[in-house]
């Protein structure tokens, strides 16, 4: 009777124990990494006790949560391109999160926790998006326009040109020059065309800016839109937003005197009006009712050509 005793409470303490060794059990981490894609939307596995990283390529403004009772998001302004995730409930739980981004990107993730009692659940320890891979350049060279079967070499950096001289007394640096100058629009904010090039319908416009000012100026993300103009005033009646797909600035800040190269790539609309014009919009965050706006060709000319 003892022995049988003995042999219950045996069976009873090894179960146990590999109850508390299940419950204890690390579940299968992963590290992610994706694609930027605004289109898709990522599922990102979460478990009671562990946090989740979501690193993006940008800045980010805002995050939402369709359920903040079943999961907790934290970002913090000293990481500004982290958004921390984990489960605020040990029951299992769905929810949805959106992140916008400072350029008015929104990432959609779909949050997943089977619960503090699914031992086998994959963990995402980390989720890294990357920026959506065009022909646009590094940030070393945002200016330059590569081909597909061009190197680095084959092309020459595109410096701004053509700004209104300083004056005596002023100390900063001369801007380069280059074999044709620029065409530059605006006065303290100078915002000129470099380079366009179309690959199928969309277009990637390389453009210069310069601060001409005697301040620091923060720029904008820029624009791209479609005005139209009277026939007799030749006045501007309407102004459509043409979308963005991609852009890069070689800076966000310019100190007084400073210059700087970006690219944007839009899908270029079919076709247009005579009086239409597809115009690129470049704002300073101070001013931002007071765009400077520079001409695109609606037909980008050949490669080897002029803007």
């Known amino acids: 009777m003892k022995i049988q005793t003995s042999l219950v409470h045996l069976t009873a303490l090894c179960f146990l124990t590999c109850a508390g060794l299940a419950q204890n059990e690390v579940p299968q981490a992963h590290i992610v990494s994706l694609t930027l894609d605004r289109q898709s939307v990522t599922v990102l596995h979460l478990h009671p006790g562990f946090v989740s990283s979501v690193r993006l390529p940008e800045e980010v403004s805002s995050v939402v949560l369709g359920d903040p009772a079943a999961f907790k998001g934290e970002h913090s302004e000293t990481e500004p391109q982290l958004v921390f995730f984990k489960p605020a409930s040990p029951k299992p739980a769905r929810s949805n999160a959106l992140i916008t981004t400072r350029s008015g990107r929104e990432v959609s993730l779909t949050l997943v926790s089977d619960g503090a009692s699914a031992h ?6 980390v989720l890294e998006y990357q920026p959506q891979r065009s022909f646009l350049v590094s940030a070393a060279y945002p200016s330059v326009l590569i081909g597909e079967s061009k190197t680095l070499g084959d092309e020459k950096p595109v410096v701004p040109t053509g700004t209104p001289k300083n004056n005596g007394d002023d100390h900063r640096p001369p801007i380069q020059q280059l074999d044709s100058p620029l065409d530059w629009h605006g006065k303290e904010l100078r915002v000129a065309i470099a380079r366009a090039e179309e690959k199928g319908s969309d277009m990637t416009v390389a453009f210069s ?12 993300p820029p624009q791209v839109e479609l005005t139209g103009t009277a026939q007799k005033h030749h006045k501007a009646i309407k102004a459509e937003p043409v979308a963005v797909k991609d ?34 919009q470049v704002a300073q965050a101070e001013e931002v009712d007071r765009p400077v706006l520079a001409p695109i060709a609606f037909v980008a000319p050949a490669k080897g050509a002029a803007k």
């Open 120 to 125: 086998s659940e994959t963990v995402d320890y």
């Open 247 to 280: 852009y890069r600035l070689g800076a966000r800040r310019l100190p007084p005197g400073a210059t700087t190269e970006g690219t944007v790539v839009f899908e270029r609309p079919a076709f247009k009006e005579s009086r239409e014009q597809l115009l690129l």
């Open 209 to 220: 800016i310069a601060n001409d000012s005697s301040r620091t100026i923060e720029l904008l």
